[in-house]
């Protein structure tokens, strides 16, 4: 199937780590600055096979960048490479407990001034979600927040919370207050949830979290009185497909973005942690797209959803979806 009308879709995103966005060369280049050996061939290192490998990963490889230039560095790259793929506004979630090597404040300014610069140039315009992990206390998960508070980054757009709820059990009650003070601080709210978790982890993120979107919410199918009030609360579910086959499925025949989608869901598609899994945002659309057997017409849904669920002002949120609008009006005329 040709991907490029896709690639010119002007997407969005608002499940991707830029924890996830290393390329092997990188990875070797940053190693040899640090004065570090790799832990094994790249190609190997790259291919984590669940999710607590890929955790353990992501924090070896994010420990390597030691100075502020390296991770903005790795932030302007970013947005070029999701511009390139036509992305045209992107919530990245940046996890600090990953890297250990730059003070907090240090790495959320860099990479802040890294989408930035990006953004001047014409790239994606990408913005920021701090991450907690989901291993961390409440103490540590509140002085986050309260740092977030003193002294925001520039690009600064939400709270999010990822991490393995198969490894830390039930945690909502633990972050409840660090979201709560999100919330009164006017930050968007997102939590991983239904992909380390069952349909008990959405339940949480919801109720403990107060959060309106959800990243992955796959395993909500295991509970239709959960999928119905999803559906009926629009909840916004932040789909990976290639991710969820590598980490959870085994297979895409297993997911189930079908019946989500069947089931009435705000469903978006994201890439979760591109370089890490080799796919774009244009590959998972193409994927989406077999899956569903949705036409352009699909794709286009999915991203007035992902746009409509943004944390982004609500001038910002017109102009992408004029912008959605546009490109619509076009692929019709191209198609009679
Ligand atoms: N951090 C990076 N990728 C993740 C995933 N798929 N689930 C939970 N935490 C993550
Ligand atoms: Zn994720």
């Not at 849904?301 to 669920?309: G, H, L, N, Q, S």
Request: glycine share 8%; charged share 25%; proline share 5%.
């Amino acid at each position: 199937m040709d991907d490029e009308p896709l690639r010119h879709l002007p997407k969005v995103e608002l499940h991707v780590h830029l924890e996830g966005s290393f390329d092997s060369d990188r990875i070797a280049e940053l190693a040899e600055e640090a004065g570090e050996q790799l832990p094994g061939d790249p190609q190997s290192i790259l291919r984590p096979r669940n999710l607590s490998e890929l955790l353990e990963r992501l924090d070896w490889w994010c420990g390597l960048v030691r100075a502020p230039e390296q991770a903005f560095r790795q932030a302007y790259d970013f947005a070029a490479r999701l511009g390139a793929d036509g992305v045209a506004y992107a919530e990245v979630i940046v996890n600090p407990s990953h890297w250990r090597g730059l003070r907090r404040e240090a790495l959320l300014e860099a990479v802040s001034a890294g989408f930035d610069q990006a953004a001047r140039d014409g790239h994606c315009d990408a913005w920021l979600l701090v991450s907690l992990l989901r291993s961390q206390s409440a103490g540590e998960a509140l002085e986050v927040v309260e740092a977030l508070a003193a002294q925001p980054p520039s690009r600064l757009v939400g709270l999010s919370i990822d991490g393995n709820e198969a490894e830390t059990g039930p945690t909502g009650k633990r972050f409840a207050p660090a979201f709560a003070l999100a919330g009164a601080l006017g930050l968007g709210r997102t939590a991983h949830a239904g992909e380390s978790s069952g349909p008990e982890g959405i339940i949480s993120a919801l109720d403990d979290l107060g959060v309106r979107r959800i990243d992955h919410g796959v395993r909500c199918v295991e509970d239709p009185e959960l999928m119905g009030r999803l559906a009926t609360e629009g909840v916004a579910l932040n789909v990976c497909l290639t991710s969820n086959v590598e980490l959870l499925y085994g297979s895409i025949d297993r997911h189930p973005l079908a019946a989500l989608v069947d089931g009435g869901l705000a469903v978006t598609i994201n890439t979760d942690d591109p370089v890490t899994l080799g796919v774009t945002l244009t590959s998972e659309f193409a994927l989406a797209q077999q899956v569903c057997r949705w036409g352009m017409r699909g794709a286009i849904a999915a991203t007035d959803t992902a746009i409509r669920a943004s944390f982004a002002p609500a001038s910002r949120v017109s102009e992408l979806r004029k912008r959605l609008s546009e490109f619509a009006a076009e692929a019709r005329s191209e198609r009679t």
